[in-house]
């Protein structure tokens, strides 16, 4: 019943932008937190920003300055607006929804990811 689409993804050159969106089917949960995380070549795949339901942020340090994220509950949509690209920000990415009822376990779930290629 839970479905993620992303959009935004492309090739920037280095010190342009982009902005991703990720728009969640939920259904009747609830959604406690949204982010984003990304994965490059040869890497694992890590955290790059999370926005709570109560509206508090967390940023991995190398895009401290540089991105945001942003959600509107109503329409249960995340952002990320990244500025000032860098080639080490390419890799795709993947928005990220934890769902859950008020009094029941909560799940996390995976958009189908997006590329982002920055060149060097």
């Known amino acids: 019943q839970v479905q993620l689409v992303e959009s935004g993804g492309g090739l920037v050159q280095p010190g342009g932008s982009l902005s991703l969106s990720c728009a969640a089917s939920v259904d009747i949960f609830t959604i406690y937190a949204m982010g984003w995380y990304r994965q490059a070549p040869g890497k694992q795949r890590e955290l790059v920003a999370i926005i709570t339901s109560g509206g508090n942020t967390n940023y991995t340090d190398s895009v401290k300055g540089r991105f945001t994220i942003s959600g509107d509950n109503a329409k249960d949509t995340v952002y990320l607006q990244m500025n000032f690209l860098i080639p080490e920000d390419t890799a795709v990415y993947y928005c990220?929804?934890?769902?859950?009822?008020?009094?029941?376990?909560?799940?996390?779930?995976w958009g189908q990811g997006t590329q982002v290629t920055v060149s060097s």
């Open positions: 990220y929804f934890r769902l859950g009822r008020s009094w029941g376990p909560r799940y996390d779930y």
